[in-house]
């Protein structure tokens, strides 16, 4: 039997409902990232024995000699076949990453309505979905480019002019972090869109930036919630690895590192999309859209937001 409508979701029944998912669907949410993170892991683990600790030593023996203010050491050999490997490297873990919010965003749609779900079903669902996931992260990375772009430039042009005009270009600096800030508050929600409503790149972030339109401040304050507990795990995850001791410039140090940091990111990755899902219905039901309710079933929203709530 379905639940009473939970609606709307505080921020305390955000948390209590996301624990007891977690805690349910612990399983597929872990072995849907496992599926993406993993190979990701292992493939970066091998690049980063193989290329950075040539790359490693030579940073820190650059930065040893600009301390000293002396010449900094003449770059090792296949120094720019090092780098790109790396970085070719580090784009597939953010591929894997994306795929995991989508898989794992909906193991938590499916488990909040009362269904089965498996670890593989969600990773089949997301890369069926490759193509709108990728594609929205590239969009959503383009705007910021974009913005840091135009920000920067017109900001390094107004601080050289000196004088008043030089506060203008500060101002114009803060300014454009802000505007970063905005643009991934209203963006937060793509995995969502994509997967649950089935909408392409384009329109997955159209869906999104109006969901988000009047309830930014509590978006804000969701994603800051998610990046304390975050970070206060990570810190939980590094001490132990903080004993080991791992170099930067052995290759055995640098896979281990990796490794480690791949398991941690594991454990850490179930924490966005069970928080940023549930606040996905909320703010379905605010515009007055037909929405879950724990167990099976729907409710619908308030009808009496819908108009002028979210703009068009």
Known sequence: MPSASPYPLSVGRISGLGWSLFKFAWRPLLGAASLFIVPAVILMAVVAAAFSPSVNAWSDEAQSAYLAGVSP??????????????????????????????????????????EQVSAGGAARAAVARFGSLIGAQILYFLIVLMILIVGFVLAALLVVGGGFVTFLG???????????????????????????????????????????????????????????????????????????????????????????????TILLSPVAPLILTLLYFDLRWKQGERVPVPGGGETGGQPELASGYFPR
């Open 73 to 114: 050491p003449d770059l090792p050999a296949e120094f720019a076949l090092s780098v790109a490997v790396i970085f070719a490297a580090s784009l597939v873990t953010i591929v894997a990453a994306v795929l995991t919010a989508g898989a794992q965003a909906s193991i938590v749609n499916g488990v909040f309505r009362g």
């Open 170 to 264: 500060l101002i114009v600096a803060v300014g454009t972090f802000a505007a970063v800030l905005f643009v991934a508050v209203r963006l937060s929600l793509i995995a969502q869109s994509v997967m649950l409503d089935g909408l392409g790149a384009t329109e997955g972030l159209n869906r999104s930036w109006r969901l988000v339109a009047g309830s930014g401040w509590r978006v804000l304050g969701y994603l800051l919630l998610i990046a304390v507990i975050q970070f206060a795990f990570g810190l939980l995850f590094g001490i132990p690895i903080a004993f080991v001791r791992l170099s930067d410039v052995t290759p055995e140090g640098v896979a281990l590192g990796t490794l480690l940091d791949g398991a941690a």
